[in-house]
């Protein structure tokens, strides 16, 4: 009923930048959170970055001040601006939204997730 759509993922050099989008649409009445998670292999999936449709924002600790989340809520988007990208930020990174649908139950959707990989 929700469905997300990620964007922008690729190869890039460490100490560079890459910018992720990730597009909510279905029969949504409102969004509470959005977030990106990743996923490393043979890691577990972790919170990278959250964003409340208020506006606030909660990182982990090994992106913080590197990483941006920000969310344009007329258009069920949420955005990562990742920068000084270094190698162990290579993972496949998921778009989540939770919510409200419009016939009244809650959703917890994951998107396909995108591939990022910093390398030299």
């Known amino acids: 009923q929700v469905q997300l759509v990620e964007s922008g993922g690729g190869l890039v050099q460490p100490g560079g930048s890459l910018r992720l989008s990730c597009a909510a649409s279905?029969?949504?009445?409102?969004?509470?959170?959005m977030g990106w998670y990743r996923q490393a292999p043979g890691k577990q999936r972790e919170l990278a970055a959250a964003?409340?449709?208020?506006?606030?924002?909660n990182y982990a600790g090994s992106v913080k001040g590197r990483f941006t989340i920000s969310r344009d809520n007329a258009k069920n988007t949420v955005y990562l601006e990742m920068n000084s990208l270094k190698p162990e930020d290579t993972a496949v990174y998921y778009c989540?939204?939770?919510?409200?649908?419009?016939?009244?139950?809650?959703?917890?959707?994951w998107g396909q997730g995108t591939q990022v990989t910093v390398s030299s």
């Open positions: 989540n939204a939770r919510g409200w649908l419009v016939a009244g139950g809650y959703f917890d959707s």
């Open positions: 279905g029969s949504i009445f409102s969004i509470n959170a």
């Open positions: 964003i409340t449709s208020g506006g606030s924002t």
